[in-house]
C-alpha cells in the first residue's frame, strides 16, 4: 500500500506549480523563509523528491511557492497551506503534509497521507533552485540484511508481474513454479533478515521498517507474543518523531494485524486498551481501534469485555455516522434538468470497480453516490462491483470477479459507461467533485440517445425468496445477452480507505456473469433467487479466499440484504456495450401473502 502511495504522488507531482494559500497564523520565531525540498520515504533504501518550494513573507504573511520540481510541464494546485508555530501543513493530489520544525531549524519532519495512510516525509532547507529528472529518486544507504529483503521482494514482484503477462500456458506453468520457489526461499529468509535489523539497530530508522514488515506479517513471519511486543514498543519509540498521525497509523495497521493472529491477540489488546485513552485521538481511529479490542477479546473469550466494548463503540459510531453523511460527498451535486431531445429513451449505465481498502478509490466511489443524488434510475443505473485490491474486500465474490475479468478489469477504480472504458483513475476526497463532473460529461450524451431496444422487470419477494421477470424487446442474437444483476442499496463497511457506506452494491448475478442469450424477439424470462442460498455462496466464497488466498483485515462480513434491487441489463457481447438496462425495486411482501 505504501507503493501505491509513492506512485500516487510521484504520477501527479511532475511538473512546476504555484502554491498561494496564507497561512492562518504565523510565529515571528521560529523563522522559516527560504527554500525547503520536499523528500518522500514511502520504502526503505529510496527516497523521492518532488519538488522545491520557496517560502517568502509578503504584506506580513507567508507565500509559498513552488520553484522546482523534476519534470516540468504539468499543473498542480496545493491548497490549506498553514504555518501554526513550528507545524507546517498543507495539501496537494488528495494528500496532506503534516510536520514539526526540528530544533536545528533545517528539517521539517513529518508525514505526507490521508487518515488511513501515510508514509515519511520532510521539508529540508537547500541551496538549490531547481532539481533534474535524476533527482526525483534517489537510493540511499540502508543495512545489509533489510537490502537482502528489498531485493528478494523485488524478485518476486518482477516474477508476478511476467505470470501475468505471459500467454503461454507452458511458459507461464514454468514461472509459475519459479515464483512458488522463490516464495518459498524468501518466507524462509526474511523473517530473521528483519529480525537482525530490529535487533542490531533498534534506533535506526531501518529498524522501524523491519518492525513494520515484521507486524504486518505477523501470520506469515510466525511473530512470537514477545516479538510484537518488542516491535510494537519500537514502532512507538521511533514513530512519534514524524508526528502523531504517523504514529497512530502504523500502531492502528500492526494491531490490525496482530488481532487475526489468535496466539497474538492478547499481545493486540494489551495495546489497544492503552490507546484507547489517548487525548485528542480523531473518532474514527478510537473506532478502528475498539474494533480491534472487539475482536480480541472475542479470540480471548471475554462476552463481558466484549459487550462493554460494543456498547462503546456503538455511541462512537453513531456519532461518527451522522458527521459522515454530513460531509460526504463534500459538494452539493445538481438535479438533472432532464432529456433535451423528447425522443431520448437510452438509459446510461455506470459500472464502477473498487475496492474498501483502496484509497485512490476514494473519489470514484463519493462520486457514485453523488450521482445517485442527481440522477433517477430511469435515467442513470449505477452499479457498484466491489475487488479485492489492493487487498481482501468482503463486499467482492465471484459474480463481481467474473465481471471484472469479462471487461480486463485489472486495476482499481475503473468506470464503464454502457460497457464502454471511459474516466479512468480516481484519488482522495478532495478529487470527488473533479471525478462527479468528468463522469457527467460522459452520462450526459448518453441520455440523448434513442433505441429500439426495450426491457421491463419486476422482483418480488417473499421470505428469503426473490422472483423476478423479464421482459426484453426489439433485438435478439447469440451475442445480445440478457444479464441479472442483485444490488444491496447501502452496505455499511468500513474498509481501508475509511469510506462507510457502499450503495449498490453486487451480491450477485442470478443468471451468471456470462448472462442468457436473447433469442427472441419478445423475449421472457423468470427466475427465483433464495437469499438463504447467495448468503451461503457469499461466506463460501470469503471463507476459501481468506483460507487460500489471504486472510482479511477484520472479521466483519455485512450480510443483511435489507434494501434490495434487481438490475438488467441487455449487452452486446461483440462489443460490450450496454444496450439498455432497468433497475427495480425488490417488493417486500410476507411470506405465504397474496
Not at 339 to 358: H, I, S, W
Amino acid at each position: 500500500m505504501l507503493h501505491r502511495i509513492l506512485g500516487f504522488v510521484g504520477g501527479v507531482v511532475v511538473g512546476a506549480f504555484l502554491l498561494g494559500d496564507r497561512c492562518s497564523v504565523w510565529a515571528a520565531d521560529p523563522d522559516f523563509a527560504g527554500h525547503w525540498l520536499l523528500t518522500i520515504s514511502a520504502r526503505p533504501g529510496v527516497e523521492q523528491n518532488p519538488m522545491i518550494l520557496h517560502i517568502a513573507m509578503k504584506d506580513g504573511q507567508p507565500v509559498a511557492r513552488v520553484v522546482a520540481t523534476p519534470t516540468p510541464g504539468s499543473a498542480l494546485t496545493v491548497t490549506d497551506w498553514v504555518i501554526d508555530g513550528s507545524t507546517v501543513r498543507f495539501n496537494f493530489s488528495g494528500l496532506r503534509f503534516e510536520g514539526t520544525l526540528r530544533p536545528d531549524g533545517n528539517t521539517i519532519r513529518g508525514s505526507l497521507g490521508n487518515d488511513t495512510i501515510a508514509v515519511r516525509a520532510r521539508l529540508s532547507r537547500t541551496p538549490k533552485t531547481g532539481l533534474t529528472a535524476a533527482d526525483a529518486v534517489v537510493r540511499v544507504d540502508i543495512p545489509a540484511p533489510l537490502a537482502e529483503v528489498q531485493k528478494r521482494t523485488d524478485a518476486l514482484t518482477r516474477l508476478r508481474m511476467e505470470v501475468q503477462q505471459q500467454k503461454d500456458a507452458d511458459k507461464r506453468q514454468e514461472l509459475l513454479a519459479k515464483l512458488e520457489e522463490a516464495q518459498k526461499e524468501a518466507d524462509a529468509k526474511i523473517p530473521g533478515l528483519l529480525r537482525d535489523v530490529v535487533a542490531q539497530q533498534a534506533d535506526s530508522e531501518a529498524a522501524l521498517d523491519a518492525a513494520l514488515d515484521l507486524l504486518r506479517n505477523a501470520a506469515r513471519y510466525s511473530l512470537t507474543a514477545a516479538e510484537a511486543t518488542q516491535c510494537l514498543a519500537l514502532v512507538e519509540k521511533q514513530a512519534a518523531a514524524y508526528g502523531p498521525r504517523y504514529l497512530r497509523l502504523q500502531l492502528l495497521n500492526s494491531l490490525e494485524a496482530l488481532v487475526a493472529v489468535r496466539d497474538l491477540a492478547a499481545v493486540a489488546e494489551a495495546t489497544a486498551a492503552r490507546l484507547t485513552q489517548a487525548p485528542d485521538a480523531p473518532a474514527e481511529y478510537l473506532a478502528r481501534i475498539l474494533q480491534v479490542r472487539k475482536t480480541a477479546l472475542t479470540t480471548l473469550n471475554k462476552p463481558d469485555a466484549v459487550k462493554a466494548v460494543v456498547a462503546e463503540l456503538a455511541k462512537l459510531e453513531e456519532r461518527i455516522d451522522a458527521e459522515y453523511l454530513k460531509n460526504v460527498p463534500p459538494f452539493r451535486p445538481a438535479k438533472y434538468p432532464g432529456r433535451k431531445n423528447p425522443d431520448a429513451n437510452r438509459v446510461a449505465v455506470l459500472e464502477l470497480f473498487t475496492g474498501a481498502q483502496c484509497p485512490p478509490c476514494v473519489a470514484a466511489d463519493v462520486a457514485f453516490d453523488a450521482l445517485l443524488k442527481s440522477y433517477s434510475p430511469r435515467e442513470l443505473v449505477l452499479i457498484q462491483y466491489h475487488l479485492h485490491i489492493p487487498g481482501p474486500d468482503p463486499l467482492t465474490n465471484a459474480d463481481t470477479v467474473a465481471r471484472a475479468k469479462y471487461y480486463g478489469i485489472k486495476s482499481t477504480p475503473s468506470t464503464l459507461f454502457n460497457g464502454q472504458p471511459h474516466a479512468r483513475g480516481g484519488g482522495g476526497m478532495a478529487q470527488a467533485e473533479r471525478k462527479y463532473n468528468q463522469y457527467i460529461e460522459f452520462i450526459h450524451p448518453i441520455l440523448e440517445q434513442k433505441t429500439e431496444v426495450t426491457i421491463s422487470a419486476q422482483a418480488r419477494r417473499r421470505g428469503d425468496k426473490i422472483d423476478i421477470t423479464v421482459e426484453v424487446g426489439g433485438i435478439r442474437g447469440d451475442d445480445i445477452k440478457l444479464r441479472v444483476v442483485l444490488v444491496e442499496e447501502t452496505v455499511k463497511y468500513v474498509g481501508g480507505n475509511q469510506l462507510r457506506f457502499h450503495h449498490n452494491v453486487v451480491r450477485a448475478m442470478p443468471l451468471g456473469a456470462e448472462g442468457v442469450a436473447i433469442t427472441d424477439q419478445d423475449f421472457h424470462k423468470k427466475l427465483t433467487v433464495d437469499l438463504n442460498d447467495v448468503r451461503k455462496n457469499l461466506m463460501q466464497y470469503l471463507d476459501d479466499y481468506a483460507a487460500n488466498v489471504r486472510p482479511f483485515p477484520k472479521p466483519d462480513r455485512p450480510l443483511e440484504m435489507k434494501a434490495l434491487q434487481v438490475i438488467a441489463l441487455v449487452q452486446n457481447d461483440a462489443t460490450q456495450e450496454i444496450l439498455q438496462a432497468v433497475q427495480v425495486n425488490v417488493e417486500n411482501k410476507a411470506a405465504g401473502g397474496p
